[in-house]
Each structure stands twice: as C-alpha cells, then as structure tokens.
C-alpha cells in the first residue's frame, strides 16, 4: 500500500510561482512511476506530467511545457511540480498519483494510488 500527501497548494496571482510536493509512503516509491493530475471545477481529471522511476523520463501535457517542471528525489520518497509563469487556466485541484510500474504514463487508469489533492488558484 502506498500514501500519498500532496501539499505546497495556494494562491498566487498570474505570472506566479508555486512548488507543490507529494511525500510518499512506501518503501518501493523508487519503483514507481508519478504523476502529476489536476480538475477543474466541472472538467474532468486531466494529465499534467508525469516521471519516470529514477526520473530520468518526464513527459508534459502541451499547456504546461516550459512553464512546469516535474522532479524526484527518491531518497525523500518525494515528487515535486515547480509551477511557473502561473495562467488562469492553471487554477485546479492538483492530484499526485504513482503506478506499479517504472516507465511514464498519461492516462488516469494506469495509476494505482492517488492523494488527495491540493487546490491552486491562479487570480488574474
């Protein structure tokens, strides 16, 4: 069983910088995959970025290429999402999810366990 605790959430104005984190439980964290997800009120769940096991694949939704950046550090059992140059449209809650695989992966099914989320507000 793995858990998940996302945290780093907030409000920033457009043109901002936040740096959401995700610790993890588990003692094989460093042979799974993550993901970053967000939704938005009334949409659905959608993929934002996701890493590989010893991060040496990442993989961005267009919107946020250049602007995110997604990490790891396996000794801390932590992801992290660096969130720059915030828009708008970035506003959602932000899910980090892990899968019981090593390579990367867009879709919501291919994750096994998900936190709770965080909420990010991006005011214009």
């Known amino acids: 069983q793995v858990q998940l605790v996302e945290s780093g959430g907030g409000l920033v104005q457009a043109g901002g910088s936040l740096s959401l984190s995700c610790a993890a439980s588990?003692?094989?964290?460093?042979?799974?995959?993550m993901g970053w997800f967000r939704q938005a009120p009334g949409k659905e769940r959608e993929f934002v970025a996701t890493?590989?096991?010893?991060?040496?694949?990442?993989y961005y939704t267009d919107s946020v290429k250049g602007r995110f950046t997604i990490s790891r550090d396996n000794a801390k059992n932590t992801v992290y999402l660096q969130m720059n140059s915030l828009k708008p449209e970035d506003t959602a809650v932000y899910y980090c999810?892990?899968?019981?695989?090593?390579?990367?992966?867009?879709?919501?099914?291919?994750?096994?366990?998900w936190g709770q989320g965080t909420q990010v507000t991006v005011s214009s």
């Open positions: 999810a892990a899968r019981t695989e090593i390579g990367t992966a867009i879709r919501a099914r291919d994750y096994r366990y």
């Open positions: 588990g003692r094989t964290f460093s042979s799974y995959a």
């Open positions: 890493i590989s096991w010893i991060g040496g694949n990442t």
